[in-house]
């Protein structure tokens, strides 16, 4: 099972850095598959790969994150994104052994209805803009801090008369060091491409390189992470297409979260999205932009979570998450 991860990990990491499967922002089919599908991971920044939490939303953001104590475990999501657009996801995720977990799971977003004209301007009717993508999750522990973790997707897109089909996969590590609560995450997300475009030129997917880590101080219910984002793209630009100096850059990598956790049963967090209130800002500026925070109640084995995310003056989404595991 070691041989296999670390295969995977290294045939498709080589193969992902190739010019056919390279992106940048706005080049890219399926960019759905960017948005968080996760409460908590939303509340956090957008992007988290390394909490260490019961929460199989979290298994979207890095397969590594899911384990044999996530077995019978069952998680509704859902987003409503900016205008009147909403995704939603639902995840089911069953221990396999002592070592391993297996998960199915669905991703969705509906981008509402949009007028349908002629170059003419005559209305034709409405037109529908669907996304939709079907996960296949297996983990297994490597070592007894080390877990690995692979997703394979099949997504599907249907733009009016225009759809696509792809194949993609997500790789992910984490550690975990108990004794210091200390968590460490790998991910490369997205590997894959369009088995059909929409019309004839194929896109290249949406494909990702992120670093996380996640430490809870000692002697305090305060637990602080930071992600590296886009990892395998070093290349950003301002509002006029300028291109970044490296240390900018650099500083639109990260995204940062602080939990507050006063009892195993609530946690409340705050997260700062860099690239978010960067890429935002508007002229007057992007007063709240990038931030987010959310919190969640445990009842039993039920939870419910909520986020609220500000992207720039004019844009705030809200999402909802709600966590089952049966027979406990």
């Known amino acids: ?43 956090m920044g957008g ?12 298994v979207f953001q890095n397969p590594g994150l899911l384990g044999p104590e996530m077995n019978m475990g ?13 995704a939603a996801s639902a995840i089911f995720t069953k221990a396999a052994g002592e070592r391993g977990a297996w998960g199915l799971g669905v991703n969705y977003l509906d981008y509402g209805n949009i007028k349908e004209t002629t170059v003419e301007n005559i209305i034709l009717g409405d037109v529908s803009l ?16 080390i877990r690995g973790g692979v997703t394979g997707k ?3 897109s249907s733009w009016g008369e225009y759809s696509s089909i792809g194949l993609g996969v997500d790789l992910g590590l984490n550690y975990y060091n108990p004794d210091h609560d200390f968590s460490l995450g790998l991910t490369a997300k997205n590997l894959g491409g369009q088995l059909t475009a929409y019309i004839e030129e194929r896109s290249p997917m949406p ?50 979260a602080v939990d507050l956790i006063p009892s195993d049963n ?34 039993s084995s039920f939870e419910v979570s909520a986020a609220i995310a500000r992207y720039h003056p004019a844009a705030t989404s809200f999402m909802v998450s709600i966590t089952n595991f049966f027979g406990k």
């Open 47 to 58: 992007t988290n790969i390394s909490v260490i939490e019961n929460d199989p939303s979290l």
């Open 130 to 145: 669907k996304d939709i993508g079907v996960n296949i999750f297996y983990a297994h522990d490597i070592t007894e801090r």
């Open 154 to 156: 099949f997504i599907y």
């Open 74 to 86: 069952l998680n509704i999501s859902y987003l409503m994104y900016i205008a009147d657009v909403n």
């Open 266 to 299: 609530l946690w409340l967090t705050v997260g700062y999205n860099v690239k978010t209130s960067e890429d935002m800002a508007l002229e007057a500026g992007n007063k709240m932009g990038g931030l987010s925070g959310g919190a969640g109640i445990r009842i």
């Open 207 to 256: 494909w990702n390189i992120q670093l996380g880590m996640t430490k809870r101080l000692p002697h305090a219910p305060i637990r602080f992470s930071v992600t590296a984002n886009h990892l395998n793209n070093w290349e950003t630009y301002n509002l006029i297409g300028e291109k970044d100096p490296f240390m900018k850059s650099l500083i639109k990598r990260f995204i940062f």
């Open 1 to 43: 099972m070691k041989k296999i991860f670390y295969i995977a990990f290294i045939v498709l990491l080589a193969t992902s850095f190739s010019k056919k499967t390279f992106a940048q922002d706005g080049k890219s089919a399926f960019d759905f598959l960017k948005l968080p599908y996760s409460a908590r991971a939303s509340a």
